[in-house]
């Protein structure tokens, strides 16, 4: 089934208010009122439970068995960005702990997923580095993967330093990285991440940024660069994860692997829950390995602006959802 769209005529004002979006999804200001404010925020998470798994670790597990009874491994990551305060940080971490111990007493097939500024890189580069590796280290043991998500381009060096350092120093290569294609800097640095072994996630990137930096969302440029890159990476034998919605790129990649014959155990799908739900179980169907990310808590202000950003048509969803029930 293939997602509506508007008339070509208002692709513009579709893209302004993607932009504007986005925008949005990034002011802390806005995101302190809607998430805090008690007349706001029964809205908020009216329209968040279309994308959102619940708010608790137990509510994140049940629809983590959901996704592993329809043959898919998961994904869960508890929602969280540009903590500012190193005791928050510590207690969100906690978080973190209590969602890897309970993955682990399920033996559930999920890894766990974080942002690197939810447990303290703000604070302290060195604290979201001890934290990071806490999570790691819980999660090697039980034998599952952790994913580091990416942020702000003002952020991606700290962030690929971290991840360098965890699998340099500590040798922890459970920990993947996230790679937006839409960056230019990316065509530099996806070759030095895949000198580590750590899974790499090709996300096409949903941040907000500047045309000297990146490109468009819905630029040919970057539909070509996300195809570049994923040639790499599978060609590579390297572990990867193309997590991407964009159906004509998920056949693209599925006929490259049916040629190369490509071994199914470095690479898999991703789809975000609440939205493309048929065409990764259509990939499961069709044999391949499958990942479905569930992402929870009460954070879900820039996560959710940011799903709405990529289809703008969602908008009229999201009215939809408001007024439901």
Known sequence: MTAPTFPTEWQALVDQAASTLRALALDETAKEKFCNDPLLRPYMHKVSQRYVAGQTVTE??????????????????YMGESVRDEAF???????FME????????????SISFDLSHVGSLVDSELGYRNARRIALAAAEINREVMISMEGIDRADDIYAIYTRLHQDDELHNVGITVPAKRHRTAQDLPALMKLPGRIRLVKGAF??????AYSRN?????????RYAQELLLSGHKCSIATHDRSI???ISDLILQERIDPRWYEFESLIGLGTEQIDQLQAYGFPTR???????EHFLYVLNRIAEEPIRVYQAILDLNAG
């Open 292 to 298: 479905e990310y569930a992402v929870f808590g009460q």
């Open 250 to 252: 998920q056949t693209n």
């Open 208 to 213: 907000l940024e500047p045309e000297g930096v």
């Open 99 to 110: 969602l890897v111990k309970a993955i682990g007493q399920r033996n559930l097939n999920c």
């Open 60 to 77: 994140a597990l049940q629809r983590v068995e959901q996704i592993i009874a329809r043959g898919h491994a998961a994904s869960a990551e």
């Open 219 to 227: 630029s040919p440029e970057l539909a070509t660069a996300y195809r």
């Open 89 to 95: 940080a510590m207690a969100e971490t906690d978080v």
